[in-house]
C-alpha cells in the first residue's frame, strides 16, 4: 500500500500486448511483420507471434496479406470512442429518435458494433404505444441475422465487412457460421440491401421470430458509426407501405442524426 492505495502487480502480458498495439500504430499504414514488432518491442519472436495471435483472437489486429505480415483492424478504432460514442447519442440521436416516434408509429433502435454484433445503444421502445419490449438498451444483435446487422455489413466498407465475416467463421456460434456456409449468398444479399437502399430481417432473428425489422446505416462525414432499424409485428406492415412511407422516414431519421454527429464534433 503506497499513500493509502493498494498497489498492484503490473499484469505483464497485457503490458506486452499494449506495445505491440502501439508498435502497428506507429509502423506505415498499420502494417508490420513479426521480427519487425519483435525488435520495435524487444521480444522475442515467439513471443511476438503469440501477442499478434491473441491480438486477432481479440478482432484487434488481422494478418497482412503477405507472409508474416499482422495489420490493425477496425476494431481498434472501437477502443477510442467509446466515451464519446456515448455522448453523442445521448446528446445528438436521443432527441432526435424521440421526436420521430409519431412520424415513425413503430420502435426504432440506434446500434453501433461490438466485436462481431451490434448493441442498442438507443431504443424508442420506452416511448412508442406499439412497442413489445421496453428493455432493448444494452441488447446484443447478430450481424447476420437482423436488420441492423445486415444494414451495418451492407455499408461497411470492404476490408472491414471481409474481417467481420472472417471472425464469425472463426467464433463460436455455430448458428452463424452455418449461415456463412453460404457466402455467395451471404453477399449477394448484403448488395441487394446496398440497391435497395435498406436491409431486411422477416422474422429470421431467432430471438424475436415473431418480429420483422427494416435497416439503414448511419453515416456521419462520410463514415460509417452504427446503423438504425425499424421493428414490427411479422404482417404488420404491407410490403408497399413499409418502401414507401417507413423506410424514407427512417432513412432521413438517419441522414439528420448522421448530420448533426458531425456538426457536434466539429463544435466539441
Avoid at 59 to 82: A, I
Avoid at 95 to 119: I, Q
Avoid at 141 to 169: C, D, F
Wanted: contains cysteine; charged residues 25%.
Amino acid at each position: 500500500m503506497h499513500n493509502g492505495l493498494v498497489t498492484y502487480k503490473e499484469v505483464q502480458g497485457l503490458s506486452k500486448g499494449l506495445d505491440m498495439l502501439r508498435a502497428l500504430n506507429r509502423a506505415p499504414f498499420g502494417v508490420s511483420t513479426v521480427a519487425d514488432l519483435a525488435r520495435a518491442c524487444g521480444l522475442h519472436r515467439t513471443t511476438t507471434k503469440r501477442l499478434l495471435e491473441t491480438l486477432c483472437i481479440n478482432g484487434l489486429v488481422r494478418r497482412g496479406d503477405r507472409s508474416g505480415q499482422y495489420c490493425l483492424t477496425f476494431g481498434v478504432r472501437s477502443l477510442s470512442e467509446g466515451f464519446q460514442e456515448e455522448e453523442w447519442v445521448e446528446r445528438v440521436a436521443t432527441p432526435r429518435m424521440r421526436a420521430a416516434v409519431p412520424d415513425l408509429l413503430w420502435w426504432c433502435d440506434l446500434a453501433t458494433l461490438a466485436g462481431t454484433e451490434m448493441v442498442v445503444r438507443e431504443s424508442t421502445h420506452r416511448w412508442s404505444n406499439l412497442a413489445q419490449e421496453r428493455a432493448m438498451i444494452g441488447q446484443r444483435m447478430p450481424l447476420l441475422t437482423t436488420a441492423v446487422g445486415r444494414a451495418y455489413l451492407a455499408w461497411a466498407p470492404t476490408q472491414e465487412r471481409r474481417t467481420l465475416l472472417s471472425m464469425i467463421e472463426r467464433g463460436d456460434d455455430e448458428a452463424m457460421r452455418v449461415i456463412l456456409g453460404d457466402r455467395r449468398g451471404v453477399l449477394r444479399m448484403l448488395s441487394e440491401a446496398r440497391r435497395r437502399g435498406y436491409s431486411v430481417n422477416w422474422g429470421e432473428w431467432s430471438l424475436y421470430p415473431h418480429i420483422s425489422a427494416v435497416g439503414v446505416p448511419l453515416i456521419s462525414a462520410g463514415r460509417l458509426v452504427g446503423a438504425m432499424t425499424l421493428g414490427f409485428p411479422n404482417n404488420a406492415i404491407r410490403p408497399n407501405e413499409l418502401a414507401f412511407r417507413f423506410v424514407p422516414r427512417l432513412i432521413t431519421l438517419a441522414q439528420s442524426i448522421g448530420k448533426d454527429i458531425s456538426s457536434w464534433m466539429e463544435r466539441d
